[in-house]
């Protein structure tokens, strides 16, 4: 792992400073700098965003959740399924380099240019995405917005983490993002298409939206995942639980049409079946494989325990003895399972009717 994960009461409060001017006079003060000495001697355009005047916050979201030992975010009233600790984390870092291999080691398929100058990601998580973005285009001045307070703070000069809730009012300038990311975002959101229509109205005219999304449901082409076995069930119970919590996890069957109703244009997707295991004789697709069974292996009981106990009121035992089998199946040989991820990017027009 990337080591970049903060535990409950690691910092001080000065570590977290919240940023008042247009968050809380637009009555949101859920907003603070998670690393707020970081760039700071850049010429930062942040500027205009975030406060001149700001204030200490409470370790308040620093007291964490717990449930079995594994701690949640404390931010708000969102509600969010995965854990933030290490071993969530650790998932969050090997899913980013199984995404950048399915975008053929891109960071995004969005063709923004080479000069790229204001970049948003939200939901961010260790701020792994923003991180390499960062370094790769030093025009650009990238923020990552997250719940939890778990990215570092040694990042480079034009990066910035707030501490956000993606589900309040969005506090930043219209028309402002050269790009605006969303990876995995999938059962954390009540309103997609007001969602959508946030981000439309923050990036600029001919400026991108680019979001990824998991079909949480695994499949096979040769029936090796029948009904009812426990690989088939995953995607059933996340569904289940999805409906019930009012956050769906079907996203990217929806991705399309979502965002062309939010305005944006030249809507592009692009979906690969990626394989869970060494299974496919293709090269890439073995490698691909692998990284997603290890995704899958390290994160099972991140991904599922706060969805079967606290949503589908599951005991304790139960989830680890579904969990178990969930990890014997992936694990297994006598399968050829794939779940499909789509990108999904899209422009927003230079002339948007009155
Ligand atoms: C599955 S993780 C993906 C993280 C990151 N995008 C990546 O691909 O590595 C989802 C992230 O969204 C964050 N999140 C969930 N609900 C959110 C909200 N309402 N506002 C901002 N972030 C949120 C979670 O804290 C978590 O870090």
Do not use: C
């Not at 995405?129 to 997250?146: K, L, M, R, Y």
């Not at 109703?261 to 394989?275: L, R, S």
């Amino acid at each position: 792992m990337s080591g970049i994960t903060a535990q409950a009461g690691e910092n001080t409060s000065e570590d977290v400073v919240a940023a008042t001017s247009t968050a809380q006079t637009a009555g949101q003060s859920n907003i603070a700098e998670a690393n707020p000495s970081a760039g700071e001697d850049s010429d930062s355009a942040l500027g205009e965003w975030t406060s001149s005047s700001t204030v200490s916050i409470s370790d308040t979201i620093r007291n964490y959740r717990e449930l079995h030992g594994r701690t949640y975010h404390n931010f708000g009233n969102t509600e969010y399924w995965g854990p933030n600790d290490d071993a969530a984390n650790e998932q969050l870092d090997i899913g980013h380099h199984m995404n950048n291999l399915i975008l053929d080691n891109k960071l995004f398929l969005a063709p923004i240019g080479k000069t790229p100058q204001r970049v948003l990601d939200v939901g961010t998580g260790t701020g792994i995405w923003a991180i390499d973005f960062a370094d790769e285009f030093p025009s650009a001045e990238v923020i990552g917005t997250d719940i939890s307070p778990i990215q570092p703070s040694w990042v480079p000069p034009n990066l910035r983490f707030y501490i956000d809730d993606a589900q309040l009012e969005w506090t930043f300038p219209e028309n402002h993002f050269d790009l605006v990311h969303m990876r995995t975002m999938i059962g954390s959101i009540d309103d997609w298409p007001l969602l959508y229509k946030r981000a439309f109205k923050s990036i600029k005219p001919g400026g991108y939206f680019e979001d990824s999304e998991t079909d949480i449901r695994i499949r096979s082409d040769n029936g090796s995942v029948p009904p009812g076995s426990p690989m088939y069930d995953w995607g059933e119970l996340f569904i289940g639980a999805g409906e019930k919590m009012g956050r769906t996890f079907l996203v990217a069957e929806r991705a399309k049409k979502l965002l062309e109703e939010a305005g944006f244009v030249d809507v592009v997707e692009h979906t690969v079946k990626v394989p869970i295991g060494s299974w496919p004789q293709d090269d890439r697709m073995k490698e691909l494989g692998r990284w997603n069974l290890l995704f899958l292996t390290t994160g099972l009981e991140s991904m599922g325990m706060y969805l079967l106990m606290h949503i589908l009121g599951w005991e304790y035992a139960a989830v680890q003895a579904y969990l178990e089998k969930m990890r014997t199946a992936l694990l297994s040989k006598d399968h050829q399972a794939y779940v499909n991820i789509s990108t999904f990017y899209a422009r927003k027009p230079e002339d948007i009717p009155a």
